[in-house]
């Protein structure tokens, strides 16, 4: 890549040369995932999670056109200061716009796989991957596509429970995208522990998940691998409960005409609403709880 597109930190630059450690993180929950302040708190948060569990946190952004791998604090704060819908939602499609005209861009998962592919960074932790959207079979999330055809490992709490399900775990498996249990055989769903579906293997260690990513990488197989991390126990909703929230934001969603990119970001912010909160706690926790195995897993695979 033109090096005059990417920026990468020097303290990444140096643990990628050194064979070290790294994990990508992505920016979208900065500026359309989490409020203020919560957004750079959990930012912060999830950096010094990645460090204290032996690896360097890169998390990924476009500012003024420019690709950067690892932002400094000043930078997370800028981000974190800006107005979300000045921000571009970057996904494969988005990048080279975000480019060309000196945007900042905020990176989703697919956005997020595809720099850190290119940046050689193996491991990724976000809190909830896209989806099949419900009642739009059609409205495919762009990163199911780019799990099926760039091989990085992403970690995270399985699929945001706003989403069709059954659906989206369908479509990983038609593209190839190996899922496996965070020390569990159930499919997580993001707020909820269990979604009714199953993984693909269940893993109980740091080593047994480094093992299969190697493997793959022997391979050369352009899959990604989806490392599904339930929330903590003590963090998680219970689904019954919050029912009610959900099929009432899923309403005002079609009332309102919400769809595309919109939608998730709409969601996720009306069902703070409807919670009293819980789902920001909930968000939050499992995002940490997701940065530091995937902390562990870089680990264990730079450890052999």
Not at 72 to 85: T, W
Request: hydrophobic letters at 45%; glycine letters at 6%.
């Amino acid at each position: 890549m033109n090096k005059n597109l990417i920026c990468i930190a020097p303290e990444v630059a140096d643990a990628l040369a050194e064979k070290r450690p790294v994990v990508a993180l992505e920016s979208t929950v900065i500026t359309h995932g989490l409020p203020a302040p919560q957004n750079l708190e959990t930012a912060v948060q999830m950096e010094h999670t990645v460090r204290d569990n032996g690896a360097i946190p890169a998390t990924i952004a476009i500012l003024d056109g420019v690709i950067h791998v690892g932002l400094s604090a000043e930078q997370l704060q800028h981000l974190a200061a800006l107005d979300g819908d000045t921000v571009r939602k970057c996904s494969r499609r988005d990048i080279p716009l975000a480019i060309a005209y000196r945007e900042n861009g905020a990176t989703t998962v697919a956005g997020t796989m595809i720099i850190a592919y290119i940046a050689g960074i193996e491991l990724f932790a976000t809190g909830g991957i896209g989806g099949v959207h419900r009642g739009h079979p059609f409205d495919v999330s762009a990163d199911l596509t780019e799990m099926g055809r760039t091989p990085v490992t992403i970690v995270s709490s399985g699929v945001k429970s706003i989403l069709d399900l059954p659906a989206t775990r369908e479509v990983l498996e038609t593209n190839g995208v190996t899922v496996l249990g965070w020390q569990t055989e159930q499919f997580p769903a993001f707020f909820y522990r269990n979604s009714g579906l199953l993984v693909d293997q269940r893993v109980d260690s740091a080593a047994q998940a480094a093992a299969i990513i190697r493997t793959r990488n022997q391979l050369q197989l352009q899959n990604a691998i989806l490392l599904a991390n339930p929330v903590p126990e003590t963090s998680a909703l219970d689904s019954a409960a919050t029912a009610p929230a959900l099929e009432q934001a899923l309403a005002e969603l079609e009332t309102q005409g919400i769809t595309g990119a919109a939608a998730t970001p709409f969601l996720l912010q009306r069902l703070v609403q409807l919670t009293n909160g819980a789902t920001l706690t909930t968000n939050t926790a499992l995002l940490l709880n997701n940065a530091a195995v995937a902390a562990q897993v870089a680990s264990a695979l730079f450890a052999s």
